[in-house]
C-alpha cells in the first residue's frame, strides 16, 4: 500500500516529528489557557491537533473539534458546531434533554437511521437563528466538562468568523470566554493575517486572548528519514542526495512533499534507486495533472497579480523594496499591496517572515514553464 498520503489529515504512522509542538499544545490546554495557532496552508495544522486531541482524549479531556470553513451563515453555524458536539455523546437522549435545557429556542430531534442507531440533529426550520442561540450553544458546551476538567475546543479555519459578522461572532465568544471556567480554546487557521490581525490588534475583542504559537517547515533530516523508510517498504532506495532534492521542489511543504513521494512510489518498481530523472518525470506528472486548474488559475488574475506571481517565480524577498519593484518592473506600491493582499487572501502566495513565496510549488514550476512559453 501506498505509504505516502496527501489531501488528508495524516495521522498514526502517516505522521512524523512536532513532538514539541505537540506537548506544547497539550500542556497549555491542559494547563487551563487558550492558544492560537499560525501556519501557512498545508504545513500540518490540522494534522497536528489531531494528534493532540488523541493525547488529551487519553487523559480524560472532552475534546471538541470544528472546521469553520464550510461555515456561510449563522444557521450553518449552529448546525454545525450542534453535529460537532452530539459526536461527542455516547448517550444522545441525555444529551437532548441537556440540550433542551440550555438551548431553549431550539428544539433537538433524536431519529433513527437504517441500522437502528440513534442520530442527533435540530429542527430550525421556522426559526430565525441569532446571538440568544449562539451563545447558548456555548454554555452548552461548557455543561458537557466531565470530573472536573475544561473542554477543549479546537476551532480549525478560526479566521472565517468574519463570516459571520452579522451577530458579532468575534464580540459574543470572546465575551463567553472570558466567563467560562471549564473551556479552553484553540484557535488555528491557514490566512495567517487575518489571524494575526484578529489576535494582536488592541481594538478587536480577541487581542490578547491566547497564547500564541507557529509551526514552520518539518525538519529537513526527519523527513529524509521519514522518506527513506517508507519507499525501502517497497525495496525502493532513496539517497540523501535525492531526498534533499525532493525537498527542494517541493519547497519543504509537508503536503507537497508526501505528494511527490506518492507519485514517485506508483511510478517506481521494487528494488529500484531513485534517480533525478524518475523525481523530474514524476514533477512533471504531477503538473501535467493540474495543467487546467493552474492555467486558469493564472489567467484569471489582474495583470498586477499576473506581474507578482511572474516576480515570484524568481525570488520573494523584500517585495515592497525599490529595487525589487524596480528589477521586476511592478507596479506603484499601493496597486502592488493590492495585489498581494489578493493574493495572499486567495490562498495564492504566503509570507514567511519578509518572504514572500508561491504556496503550490508545483503551480510555481508550471508558471516558470508557462511564462517562458509566453512572454
Ligand atoms: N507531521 C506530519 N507528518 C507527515 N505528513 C504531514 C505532517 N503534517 C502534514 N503532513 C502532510 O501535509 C498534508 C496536509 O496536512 P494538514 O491537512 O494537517 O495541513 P493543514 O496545515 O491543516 O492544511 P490546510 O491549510 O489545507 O488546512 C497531510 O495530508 C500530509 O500529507
Ligand atoms: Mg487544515
Not at 13 to 33: H, P, Q
Not at 73 to 89: D, G, I, N, P
Not at 123 to 148: C, G, H, M, P, Y
Amino acid at each position: 500500500m501506498n505509504p505516502f498520503t496527501y489531501g488528508t489529515v495524516a495521522t498514526g504512522e502517516s505522521f512524523y516529528d512536532r513532538d514539541k509542538e505537540c506537548d506544547y499544545i497539550v500542556k497549555t490546554l491542559a494547563g487551563g489557557n487558550n492558544i492560537v495557532m499560525y501556519a501557512p496552508r498545508r504545513f500540518g495544522k490540522t494534522s497536528l491537533v489531531i494528534k493532540a486531541i488523541q493525547k488529551l482524549e487519553k487523559q480524560g479531556f472532552t475534546c471538541i473539534y470544528f472546521d469553520f470553513m464550510p461555515v456561510f451563515s449563522t444557521e450553518s453555524f449552529v448546525r454545525l458546531y450542534t453535529k460537532s458536539l452530539a459526536k461527542q455523546q455516547s448517550n444522545l437522549q441525555k444529551f437532548a434533554s441537556t440540550f433542551s435545557t440550555i438551548v431553549k429556542n431550539i428544539r433537538p430531534v433524536i431519529k433513527f437511521g437504517l441500522d437502528g442507531s440513534p442520530e442527533f440533529s435540530i429542527d430550525i426550520a421556522s426559526k430565525e437563528i441569532d446571538e440568544t442561540d449562539v451563545s447558548q450553544l456555548f454554555d452548552l458546551t461548557e455543561s458537557l466538562s466531565r470530573s472536573n476538567k475544561p473542554v477543549l475546543v479546537f476551532l480549525d479555519e478560526f479566521q472565517e468568523v468574519e463570516k459571520l459578522k452579522e451577530i458579532n461572532f468575534e464580540g459574543l465568544l470572546r465575551s463567553k470566554i472570558q466567563h467560562q471556567q471549564q473551556v479552553n480554546y484553540l484557535f488555528f487557521g491557514s490566512k495567517t493575517h487575518m489571524m494575526q490581525a484578529m489576535f494582536n490588534d488592541k481594538k478587536r475583542p480577541f487581542y490578547n486572548a491566547a497564547s500564541q504559537m507557529t509551526i514552520s517547515y518539518l525538519p529537513e533530516e526527519d523527513t529524509i528519514e521519514f522518506l527513506q523508510n517508507n519507499f525501502l517498504k517497497k525495496r525502493i532506495e532513496l539517497n540523501t542526495e535525492i531526498a534533499n532534492y525532493i525537498i527542494k521542489v517541493t519547497a519543504n511543504i509537508p503536503y507537497y512533499i508526501q505528494q511527490l513521494a506518492s507519485e514517485i512510489w506508483l511510478n517506481t518498481k521494487e528494488k529500484v534507486i531513485i534517480s533525478i530523472e524518475i523525481v523530474d518525470m514524476c514533477v512533471e506528472q504531477v503538473i501535467i495533472m493540474k495543467k487546467d486548474y493552474f492555467m486558469e488559475l493564472f489567467e484569471n488574475q489582474s495583470a498586477s497579480k499576473k506581474q507578482l506571481l511572474i516576480a515570484l517565480c524568481t525570488n520573494g524577498e523584500n517585495i515592497f523594496s525599490e529595487s525589487y519593484r524596480s528589477t521586476h518592473r511592478l507596479p506603484s506600491t499601493a496597486t502592488l499591496q493590492r495585489a498581494e493582499r489578493g493574493l495572499i487572501y486567495d490562498g495564492v502566495i504566503d509570507k514567511i517572515d519578509n518572504k514572500h513565496f508561491i504556496t503550490d510549488p508545483f503551480f510555481k514550476l508550471f508558471l516558470n514553464s508557462y511564462i517562458n512559453e509566453q512572454f
